[in-house]
Nanobody, 128 residues
Framework: QVQLAESGGGLVQAGGSLRLSCVAS????????MGWFRQAPGKEREFVAV????????LYADSVKGRFTISRDESKNAVSLQMNSLNPSDTAVYYC?????????????????????WGQGAQVTVSS
């Protein structure tokens, strides 16, 4: 079992930045690929980014490439999502997910059904 807990959501103006964090406990963190997904009201859960078990490989959705950065800190069992140049279309509940195996990262990690464990979600609201 893996428990995930997100933090760092909030309200920000368009053009601003936020940093989300997700702390994992339970199963060995460095065996897992860690991903971020988001879900806006009335829409399906959407892939945002994923990082491999060792941080050596990442994959981003086209909509966030160049604006968002995913990283992991093994010492804290945590994965972060730095979000810059936010716009109202980024408004959603952001979920942290854990998948096994931890890599190599392929296009299949874009599929939320690939992930076994999820956090409770963090609301991100971007005002225009």
């Amino acid at each position: 079992q893996v428990q995930l807990a997100e933090s760092g959501g909030g309200l920000v103006q368009a053009g601003g930045s936020l940093r989300l964090s997700c702390v994992a406990s339970g199963r060995t963190f460095n065996n897992l690929a860690m991903g971020w997904f988001r879900q806006a009201p009335g829409k399906e859960r959407e892939f945002v980014a994923v990082v491999s078990w060792n941080g050596g490989s990442t994959l981003y959705a086209d909509s966030v490439k160049g604006r968002f950065t995913i990283s992991r800190d093994e010492s804290k069992n945590a994965v972060s999502l730095q979000m810059n140049s936010l716009n109202p279309s980024d408004t959603a509940v952001y979920y942290c997910g854990a998948a096994f195996p931890g890599g190599p990262i392929t296009r299949h990690y874009r599929d939320y059904t690939r992930y076994e464990y999820w956090g409770q979600g963090a609301q991100v609201t971007v005002s225009s």
